[in-house]
C-alpha cells in the first residue's frame, strides 16, 4: 500500500469467511487485513476446523512463508501486484457471470464453483505476487538491518616520529614525567610540552588529553597529543587498550582522517611489547563502532581515521612481533565489533532466524562450517527446554552449530563454546517490569559472543578442534507459552518444575551444554546475560565466573588478558539445595538468594562432569553510562577471551575436575 491510500478493497473477504466455516483444501490462500497499510497472506495448510484455535500449524509451518507480510509501498511492486489482480478480478467475473445460468438450474452446485474458484485464483495470485516480491526488494523488517561496523587500515611502523606520516601522533604519558621523557616532542612543538606541564594544564592523570601543533617543519606529523597514562607502575595491556579506545572515540569527535599511537619501548615494563600493540589494535579498532545505526536526522558520523601504531625505539624483533600482534589485535576488535552490531538490533529485526543467518553469514567469513538446526530437527533431539521457552513466541527457534577443525588437529581437545541467544526476553507469563525491557534485546549477546569468536578462531587458524552451540528463540507471553508450575524434559533426560520463566536463558543453555558435549567438547565454557544477581554482586565493570577448578583458573589468565574482567564465585555443594523440586529433578529457580549461584549450580547439571566454566555477562553485555574507553551501548564482552581461549590448550590441564 502507499502511504496515505485505505487498505485494499478486500473483494474476497467472502472467501475468509468461506474458508471459516467450510474449510478448505490445502494450498488456497487467504487474505487478511493487518492495518493501513499491509497485507497479510495466510496459506491454508489443511482444513480450518482442524486448527482449533491452536497454533501448532503455523509454527511448523513458519518456514514455508506460510506468514507472507510484505510491505507494498515499493514501487516496483505495487504496480505488478495490483495487476495481477485486477486481471483475476476480471477473469472471475467473466467466470461467475457465466455460471449464473448454472446457478439457477443447480444451485446445490454453488460452493463447489465457489470453492473451485478461489482456490484456482488465489493460488496463481499467491504465486505471482511471490515472484513478484522476489523480483523487486522484499520489504520486512529484516530489510532494515544496517552494518554499522566500518573498518580502516591499521599499519604498524618502527619510523621515527617525526617521519611517521599522519594528522595527529598519540604520545602515552605518565604522571610525574617532565618534558625530556620524549625530548624531541617538546622541541617540535616549540616548547609547548614543557609549558603544558609547568602549568598543570596536563597533570597525566588517566584520560587527560593535551593537543598541539607541531612547529618543526621537519616533522611530518601535523599535530602531537598526550594521552595521560596515569602511574607508570599499572600501565599494561588493559590500559593501553582503553587508552587507544578513548583516541580512538576522541579522533573521530574531531573528524581527523589520520591517528598515529605511539607504543614507548621504555614504558612496556613487563608486558611484553606485542601484547601491547595487540591491545593498542583493538582498542582503536572498537572506537569504530557506532550504536546509532538507525538514526536518520543525525549528520552521519565521521569515518575512522585510517590507523598507525608507531612502536618506538624496537629491535628489528621486536617490531617484527609487534606487527603481526597488531594485525591479531584489529581481527580481534572488528569481531568484537561485529558482536556489538548484533546485540545492538531491535528484536523486531533480530528474529531467532535471522539471528541464525546471521551468525552463519559471519562464521562461513572464517572457514567456520554451519549448521542450523529447526524446530523439527531441536524436536528430534528432545531439546524440551529449548522448546519449551520457544512455545510463547510465534517465531520458531534454532539451534546455530560451528564446527572448527583444522586440518592435522588432535581428536582432543575439544573445545565447545555455547552462548545463550535470546533474541528478545520479555520474561514469558512471568513478565518482566515496562521500564528497561527495550534492553532485552540484548540478551543473546552470549550468542553473538560464540558467533563472532568462532570466526576469529576460524580467521586466526586455532591448531584444535572448537565447535560453537548457540540455542536461540524469543521468550514471548503468547497463548501457548511456558507457565509456572510446568514440568519439561531436558535433551539429557532430567526434568525441571518451572517456577520462573523469566529464568529462561538456564534452561537454553541446558539443552546447548548437552549438545555441545553430544559434539565431542572435553572443554566447555558458556556465556550468558543470565542474572540480575550478577549485576547486584559484581556491579557493570565485572563478569561473574563459575565452574570447574583449574579449568577456571585458564579462563581467568585468559580473559584478564583480553580484557574482560572477570571475578570467581562460589559453588559449594549446598547450594544445589536451593534448586530441588518435589516434582521434578530440580527447579529452574532457586530464589532471590544467591541467585546467580543457583543458576549456575543448574547449568552444572548438564555439564557431565567436564571441565566447565560459565560466564554471566548481565552486567557486561551492556554500558549503561558512557566512559571515556566505552559508548553506552553494547560492549562485546566475551568475544576475545573466547576466541584467545583456542590458543592456551597447551596449558589446559585434563585433571580439571568439575
Known amino acids: 500500500m502507499l502511504d496515505g491510500e485505505a487498505a485494499f478493497d478486500l473483494a474476497f473477504s467472502w472467501f475468509v469467511r468461506f474458508a471459516v466455516a467450510r474449510g478448505l483444501r490445502g494450498g488456497s490462500v487467504a487474505p487478511l487485513p493487518f492495518d493501513g497499510g499491509t497485507v497479510i497472506l495466510f496459506e491454508i495448510v489443511g482444513p480450518a476446523k482442524e486448527f482449533g484455535g491452536e497454533d501448532d500449524a503455523r509454527r511448523s509451518h513458519a518456514d514455508r512463508g506460510l506468514r507472507l507480510q510484505r510491505d507494498f509501498r515499493a514501487l516496483v511492486v505495487v504496480p505488478r501486484v495490483l495487476g495481477v489482480f485486477v486481471v483475476l478480478l476480471l477473469g472471475g467475473c467473466r467466470r461467475r457471470g457465466g455460471e449464473r445460468e448454472t446457478r439457477g438450474t443447480d444451485p446445490g ?93 596536563f597533570a597525566a592523570r588517566p584520560y587527560d588529553l593535551f593537543i598541539t601543533s607541531v612547529t618543526d617543519r621537519g616533522w611530518r606529523p601535523r599535530r602531537v597529543a598526550l594521552i595521560g597514562a596515569g602511574r607508570r607502575a599499572v600501565f599494561g595491556s588493559d590500559l593501553a587498550r582503553k587508552f587507544a579506545t578513548a583516541v580512538g572515540l576522541n579522533a573521530r569527535q574531531r573528524w581527523i582522517e589520520r591517528v598515529a599511537f605511539v607504543l614507548r619501548a621504555d614504558a612496556a615494563g613487563a608486558t611484553p611489547l606485542n601484547e601491547l600493540a595487540q591491545a593498542v589494535a583493538e582498542g582503536l579498532t572498537l572506537s569504530e563502532f557506532d550504536a546509532g545505526s538507525y538514526k536518520t536526522d543525525d549528520p552521519p558520523p565521521a569515518r575512522p581515521p585510517a590507523w598507525t601504531v608507531a612502536v618506538s625505539g624496537a629491535t628489528d624483533d621486536e617490531f617484527a612481533r609487534a606487527s603481526e600482534a597488531v594485525a591479531r589485535g584489529r581481527l580481534l576488535g572488528e569481531c568484537s565489533n561485529l558482536a556489538r552490531e548484533l546485540a545492538n538490533e531491535p528484536g523486531n529485526t533480530l528474529t531467532p532466524r535471522e539471528f541464525a543467518r546471521r551468525s552463519e553469514a559471519l562464521a562461513i567469513e572464517g572457514g567456520i562450517s554451519v549448521e542450523i538446526l529447526d524446530e523439527e530437527q531441536i524436536a528430534r533431539l528432545g531439546m524440551g527446554l529449548l522448546l519449551g521457552v520457544a512455545r510463547g513466541s510465534s517465531e520458531p527457534p534454532r539451534v546455530i552449530v560451528f564446527r572448527h577443525n583444522p586440518p592435522g588437529a588432535p581428536a582432543g581437545p575439544m573445545l ?24 532485552m534485546k540484548d540478551d543473546m549477546a552470549g550468542g553473538a559472543a560464540v558467533a563472532c569468536a568462532m570466526r576469529a578462531i576460524g580467521l586466526l587458524k586455532a591448531p584444535i578442534r572448537v565447535v560453537g552451540v548457540v540455542p536461540a528463540t524469543e521468550n514471548m507471553p503468547g497463548s501457548r507459552a511456558l507457565k509456572p508450575g510446568d514440568v519439561l524434559k531436558s535433551a539429557s533426560g532430567k526434568t525441571v518444575e518451572v517456577i520462573n520463566t523469566d529464568a529462561e536463558g538456564r534452561l537454553v ?19 550468558a546475560t543470565l542474572t540480575g544477581a550478577a549485576v547486584v554482586a559484581l556491579g557493570k565493570i565485572t563478569s561473574g565466573l563459575f565452574g570447574s577448578q583449574g579449568w577456571v583458573d585458564q579462563v581467568e589468565r585468559v580473559a584478564n588478558r583480553a580484557g574482560d574482567r572477570v571475578w570467581p564465585l562460589p559453588l559449594f555443594d549446598e547450594y544445589r539445595d536451593q534448586i530441588k523440586s518435589e516434582i521434578a529433578d530440580f527447579t529452574n529457580t532457586g530464589g532471590r538468594a544467591a541467585g546467580s549461584i543457583t543458576a549456575a549450580m543448574f ?31 553494547p560492549s562485546g564482552v566475551a568475544v576475545r577471551t573466547l576466541a584467545e581461549l583456542a590458543f592456551t590448550s597447551h596449558d589446559w590441564k585434563s585433571e580439571d575436575k568439575s
Not at 551444554?513 to 556465556?527: C, F, I, N
Not at 571441565?611 to 566505552?630: F, M, N, R, S
Open 109 to 201: 452446485k454453488t460452493p463447489q464453483n465457489l470453492h473451485t474458484l478461489a482456490s484456482s485464483v488465489w493460488q496463481l495470485a499467491v504465486h505471482i505476487v511471490r515472484l513478484a516480491l522476489r523480483a523487486g526488494n522484499p520489504f520486512s523488517d529484516n530489510n532494515l538491518m544496517t552494518t554499522t561496523a566500518v573498518s580502516s587500515p591499521v599499519t604498524c611502523t618502527s619510523a621515527m616520529l617525526s617521519a611517521v606520516d599522519t594528522d595527529l601522533l598519540v604520545v602515552p604519558w605518565f604522571e610525574g614525567e617532565g618534558p625530556g621523557a620524549v625530548p624531541e616532542l617538546d622541541r617540535s612543538t616549540s616548547g609547548e610540552v614543557a609549558r603544558a606541564l609547568a602549568s598543570k594544564e
Open 416 to 439: 565447545g563454546l555455547v552462548g545463550k541467544g535470546i533474541t528478545f526476553d520479555t520474561g514469558g507469563i512471568s513478565i518482566k517490569a515496562a521500564e528497561g525491557m527495550e534492553r
Open 509 to 527: 543453555l541446558g539443552d546447548g551444554l548437552w549438545y555441545a558435549r553430544q559434539l565431542g567438547a572435553t572443554h566447555l565454557v558458556d556465556v
Open 603 to 633: 547449568l552444572k547439571e548438564f555439564t557431565g562432569g567436564l571441565p566447565w566454566a560459565h560466564l554471566d555477562i548481565a552486567g557486561t553485555a551492556w554500558a549503561d553510562e558512557a566512559k571515556p574507553y566505552l559508548p553506552k551501548g
